[in-house]
């Protein structure tokens, strides 16, 4: 017990959100605790859950950044994917039993646009009995690993983009773009209907959540030799690019902290908080010309303010 609060002790208070590229095998969750280990960081979240078999962009928030996780997780995504015709699994990807062949294993060009084409725009979809969605009680993957199927509803996603990129006897290659809760191995189910087939996924990599690509990603291994986290650590407002800015005086800083609301002639709506020197405070809502806080980042700007990026885990706000 005496070693385990030791340990914690180390633990930094960081705030601020990494770009992870998730490696195939391992749950987003644990690959986001093998983060957190290595940067020592106290608190923390990933945005968008991605299946132990794909790979790529796991938006990992720490400290106050958790405070926006839902933000990413509600965000349009981007994803490679690959599917093969002519046979179908019980979980719809390549770690699953084959359930259903086919004969047909292969499609031409055109008849991939068409059926690309088909399922574009918005669309109904029936989540897959292997989901982390809950029944009762239970998660979906709970109940079909006992071989229990229950109805689930159909739910409306849209489909902003269905390109193909590759197409050979072996594999037909995809990039998917998709709203919130949409799930590319049903989609490639659907995809493998209009042609008259079964098909399964065999990879999904995700290159886009929100504002954040995978350009600025790293793996563990990459971020183990960075010797300054500002490399990485990305501010936790460039999640909230969607609202306008507003700068507050120091006296309206002050006022807001101290849990005031404020006069603030300005339209209806959420607007990011910077105060005086260009330093992020939040989010507040103006409604008839009152300005209140929605979320407020105290730890992570104390910290700013400081020019730190040290632990202040005993600190109190």
């Known amino acids: 017990m005496t070693q385990k609060k030791s340990a914690k002790r180390h633990y930094k208070d960081l705030h601020g959100i990494i770009l992870l590229d998730k490696p195939k095998g391992v749950s987003s969750n644990l690959a986001l605790q093998k983060l957190r280990h290595l940067i020592k960081a106290q608190k923390a979240g990933h945005t968008g ?12 928030c720490f400290g106050d950044a958790t405070k926006v996780a839902h933000l990413l997780i509600n965000s349009d995504k981007t994803y490679l994917a690959r599917c093969v015709l002519g046979s179908q699994t019980d979980t719809g990807d390549a770690t699953g039993e084959v359930i259903k062949t086919a004969t047909k294993n292969t499609a031409t060009d055109v ?3 068409e059926a690309c084409q088909a399922l574009t725009g918005e669309i109904e979809q029936i989540p897959p009995m292997y989901s982390a969605l809950n029944h009762q009680g239970q998660r979906l993957y709970q109940l079909a690993r006992q071989g229990i199927t229950v109805e689930r509803p159909a739910r409306k996603v849209t489909i902003y983009e269905f390109r193909p990129l590759e197409n050979n006897n072996e594999y037909i290659d995809f990039e998917i773009k998709v709203s919130k809760g949409t799930y590319i191995r049903t989609l490639l189910e659907d995809f493998a209907t209009q042609l008259g087939t079964v098909a399964h996924m065999t990879a999904l990599h995700r290159i886009q959540t929100g504002i954040f690509s995978a350009n600025g990603m790293k793996t563990i291994e990459d ?7 500002k490399e990485v650590l990305l501010p936790m407002e460039l999640a909230l690019t969607e609202y306008p800015g507003i700068t507050l005086t120091q006296e309206q800083t002050q006022d807001l902290i101290h849990g005031k609301q404020i006069s603030y002639d300005n339209f209806d709506n959420t607007y990011v908080m910077m105060d005086d020197q260009d330093k992020f405070l939040g989010l507040g809502i103006v409604k008839n010309n009152r300005l209140r806080v929605k979320n407020i980042f105290m730890k992570s700007y104390l910290q700013s303010q400081a020019g730190t990026l040290h632990s202040t885990s005993q600190e109190k706000v």
């Open 49 to 60: 859950n991605l299946d132990p078999m794909a790979t790529g962009l796991l938006p990992c």
């Open 111 to 113: 008849e991939i646009a």
């Open 223 to 229: 971020i183990a030799e960075i010797d300054d986290l």
